[in-house]
Nanobody, 124 residues
């Protein structure tokens, strides 16, 4: 069993920054890829960023490329999402999830454990 807990969300003005954290407990997820997804009100959940198990490979949605950075510290069982130059359209609940494999994926249905989410609100 793996438990994921996100933190770091909040209210920020456009152009500001936030860093989200995803801490895993239970079975360590150092051998698994991890992804961040988000869901805005009235919209389906969408892929944001993902990182391979070691952290050497990352992939981003076009909408966040160049502004968001995903990283991980396996010693701390933690994955981060640094979000810079935030825009009102980034407002959403952000979720981290574990993929049972070494390689990352953008496909939501390939992730098996999910956190409860953290709210990010960007004001204009």
């Amino acid at each position: 069993q793996v438990q994921l807990v996100e933190s770091g969300g909040g209210l920020v003005q456009a152009g500001g920054s936030l860093r989200l954290s995803c801490v895993a407990s239970g079975r360590a997820f150092s051998l698994n890829a991890v992804g961040w997804f988000r869901q805005a009100p009235g919209k389906e959940r969408e892929f944001v960023a993902t990182i391979s198990y070691i952290g050497g490979s990352t992939y981003y949605a076009d909408s966040v490329k160049g502004r968001f950075t995903i990283s991980r510290d396996n010693a701390k069982n933690t994955v981060y999402l640094q979000m810079n130059d935030l825009k009102p359209e980034d407002t959403a609940v952000y979720y981290c999830a574990r993929r049972p494999g070494l390689r990352f994926s953008t496909q939501e249905n390939e992730y098996d454990y999910w956190g409860q989410g953290t709210q990010v609100t960007v004001s204009s």
